[in-house]
C-alpha cells in the first residue's frame, strides 16, 4: 500500500493539505463509455449491480442542479466539461455500487426502526424545544421530491455505508514511519541546472540554407488546411430571453396571494407581506419558464409548418440580428476579419432590422463577444450544419436561460488558395520550422555532453545554475513544462532529463544533487501529520474497493 501512496504522492500533496483522498481509477475509459445514446448497461459487475445508462444520466442531472441551486447559475455545456462531472459520476456510481456490495458481502444489516429512530434523533427535524417534529420531516420530503419509503431507503444504505467504512478504517493504526516517509517525500528538494533556449530566435553562427521551390510546394501540400478560406455563412437569428418574456408577465394580488398560501412552507410561516417580493419574484419565474416552454412548443410548430424568420419574428414581435460572412472560427473564437477596420456604412455586418441606420459605427471587441459569442458560439456546430435557406428549430443557450432560432441566409464554400497566391506565407512557415530544428537540434547536442558549469551563450543557450524544486510546491509552477517537472524528480543525480518543448523554448535540466529540506518537513509534520495519517488510513478503503473492483471483474460494455 505505500508504494502506492509513494507513486501517487505528486497529486497526493494538495490532497494531504486539504485532507482529502481522490479515488482513482485506471485500466479503463470512462471517454469510452460516456460516448453512448442508447439505455443500455454502461458498466457490469460479476457480482455487484451493473450501472446503466439512465443510471448515469439521472444522478447526472441531479449533479448538474445541486451545483446551479448553489451557486445560483446555469451551467453550459462547456462548464460541465470543466468541471469533469461526467468523470465523477462515473466514479461516485462504482464507488457506491462496490460500497453496497461490500455490504452484502459483509451482511451488515440494521432494521428499519433503528434507521427511523435515528432520523427521529437527527437536529434537522427537531423543533425548537429539541423534539422531533412530524412538519419539518414532511416539508423536507416535499422539498426534496422524495417519498417516506425511498428516503428511510437512502439513509439505511448510507448508514451501512458508513459502518462499514469505520469497520475497516478504525481497525487501522497508521504507522509513524509511514507517515514520515510520505512527509520525507514530499519535501524532497532537486539542485539543478536549468537549461532553455529559445526556438524561435535567430541562430548565431548557424549556416543559412534557403528552401528549394520543390520544397516550398511540398510544405505546401502538407499544410494545405493553413492555406484554405474557410466557409463562411450569413445568417439571421432572433433571440427570445427571460428578460424579454419578463416583459409581458405581470402579477396580480390575487394570483401573489394564492402562489404564497400553495407554497407556505417555502416561506418559513411568514406573513405574507413580509415576503411579497420574494413571493413576487419566484411567480414571475415561474411564469416566465411556462411561457419560455410554450413558446418553444409554439415556434417548433411554426418552423415545422414551414413558416419563414421573417414571418415568426412579426409574428411575435421579435427583433431580427443580421449577421453576415462568418465562419466557424468566427462564431467559436474570434472576431470576423471585417471588424479589425473602421466599418463602414456599406460593410457594417451586424445590424437589427428595428434600429434604424445611424451613423458609421465601429463595432468594439467586447460588445461583439457580449452578444455574437455568447449568443451563438455554444450552438456553432448545428448552425454549420445547417442547409442554405434552412430555419433552424428552437436552440438553447444553456449558460443564458434563452433560446435562438437561425436562418441560414447564404452559404460561401471553403476555397483552397492557389501556392502562387500564398508563396510568401509558405515561405514564412518554412523558415520559421527551419530556424526552430537548428535551435532544437543544438539544445539536443548540448544535452548529451552537458557538463555543470559550461553554458552556450554563443547557441542562445540559457542555463540557470540555482535552481531549486521542491515536490511540495512544484504543483505551484506554470512556467515549465509539467512533463519536466516530473522528470526532475525521476532523473538519477549527476544526469540530464530528456529535452522538453513548451510552446516556443525548449529545455532540460542536469540534476546535481538532492536533499530534505528539513525546515519544511517539520513545518509540514507539525500541521498536517494527522491529516496524512487520516490519509493513509482512508487508503486503506480505498485499497478494499479496488480489490472488489478486480474481484467483480467490471468492465464497460460496447454498444
Known amino acids: 500500500m505505500l508504494n502506492n501512496i509513494r507513486n501517487a504522492a505528486d497529486s497526493f500533496v494538495m490532497r494531504v493539505l486539504l485532507g482529502m483522498i481522490a479515488f482513482a481509477f485506471v485500466g479503463w475509459g470512462i471517454k469510452d463509455v460516456l460516448q453512448t445514446t442508447n439505455n443500455f448497461d454502461l458498466i457490469t459487475f460479476s457480482d455487484a449491480k451493473t450501472i446503466s445508462e439512465e443510471d448515469f444520466l439521472k444522478a447526472k442531472a441531479e449533479q448538474i442542479r445541486v451545483i446551479q441551486k448553489q451557486t445560483g447559475t446555469h451551467l453550459s455545456e462547456e462548464d460541465i466539461k470543466q468541471l469533469n462531472i461526467d468523470n465523477f459520476i462515473i466514479k461516485k456510481l ?113 549556416f543559412m540554407t534557403y528552401a528549394t521551390p520543390a520544397e516550398l510546394e511540398e510544405l505546401y501540400k502538407e499544410n494545405q488546411e493553413l492555406f484554405e478560406i474557410p466557409e463562411k455563412r450569413s445568417l439571421s437569428y432572433v433571440k427570445i430571453s427571460s428578460e424579454l418574456l419578463a416583459k409581458q408577465i405581470h402579477n396580480s394580488d390575487e394570483e401573489l396571494l394564492k402562489f404564497y398560501q400553495d407554497n407556505q412552507e417555502e416561506f418559513a410561516n411568514k406573513k405574507f407581506s413580509e415576503v411579497r417580493k420574494q413571493v413576487n419574484e419566484l ?26 424568420l421573417t414571418e415568426i419574428a412579426k409574428k411575435y414581435e421579435l427583433p431580427i440580428q443580421n449577421l453576415d460572412s462568418v465562419s466557424y472560427k468566427d462564431l467559436t473564437n474570434n472576431i470576423p476579419d471585417e471588424f479589425q477596420e473602421l466599418a463602414k456604412p456599406e460593410r457594417t455586418r451586424r445590424s437589427q432590422t428595428v434600429v434604424p441606420t445611424q451613423s458609421p459605427i465601429v463595432p468594439q471587441r467586447q460588445h461583439l463577444k457580449g452578444e455574437l459569442y455568447i449568443d451563438l458560439d455554444q450552438n456553432a456546430d448545428s448552425i454549420f450544419d445547417l442547409a442554405e435557406g434552412e430555419l433552424s428549430y428552437p436552440m438553447e443557450l444553456t449558460d443564458k436561460g434563452a433560446f435562438i432560432l437561425v436562418e441560414i441566409k447564404s452559404i460561401q464554400p471553403s476555397k483552397l488558395q492557389e501556392f502562387s497566391a500564398v508563396k510568401d506565407q509558405v515561405y514564412e512557415l518554412w523558415y520559421k520550422q527551419y530556424i526552430r530544428k537548428i535551435n532544437l537540434g543544438n539544445i539536443e547536442s548540448l544535452a548529451k555532453e552537458y557538463k555543470p558549469g559550461k553554458s552556450k551563450k554563443s547557441l542562445d543557450i540559457t ?7 521542491s515536490r511540495y510546491e512544484v504543483h505551484n509552477n506554470q512556467q515549465l513544462p509539467t512533463e519536466l517537472l516530473s522528470a526532475i524528480f525521476n532523473a538519477n543525480i549527476d544526469s540530464n532529463t530528456p529535452v522538453f518543448q513548451s510552446k516556443d523554448k525548449a529545455y532540460f535540466a542536469y540534476v546535481k544533487s538532492k536533499r530534505i529540506d528539513k525546515t519544511k518537513r517539520q513545518e509540514i509534520q507539525k500541521k498536517n501529520e494527522v491529516d496524512i495519517a487520516v490519509a493513509i488510513r482512508n487508503n486503506v478503503m480505498d485499497e478494499l474497493i479496488s480489490y472488489a473492483i478486480k474481484k467483480n471483474k467490471m468492465k464497460q460494455n460496447s454498444m
Open 283 to 308: 411567480l414571475q419565474q415561474q411564469k416566465i419558464e411556462e411561457l419560455k416552454l410554450l413558446l418553444a412548443k409554439n415556434l417548433e410548430d411554426d418552423v415545422a409548418a414551414g413558416s419563414s
Open 94 to 206: 462504482i464507488n457506491n455500487r462496490i460500497m453496497n456490495y461490500l455490504v452484502h458481502y459483509y451482511n451488515l444489516d440494521i432494521t428499519d426502526d433503528t434507521v427511523i429512530q435515528f432520523i427521529k434523533e437527527s437536529a434537522n427535524f427537531k423543533n425548537e424545544q429539541g423534539l422531533f417534529d412530524i412538519a419539518l420531516f414532511k416539508g423536507f420530503l416535499k422539498n426534496s421530491y422524495i417519498n417516506e419509503e425511498d428516503y428511510v431507503s437512502d439513509v439505511k444504505e448510507h448508514t451501512l455505508k458508513n459502518t462499514l467504512i469505520s469497520i475497516f478504517i478504525e481497525s487501522f493504526q497508521t504507522p509513524k514511519i509511514m507517515v514520515k516517509n510520505i512527509v520525507d517525500y514530499m519535501t524532497e528538494t532537486r539542485d539543478v541546472d536549468l537549461v532553455q533556449i529559445d526556438l524561435k530566435a535567430q541562430p548565431k553562427g548557424a
Open 463 to 469: 542555463t540557470n545554475q540555482a535552481a531549486t524544486f
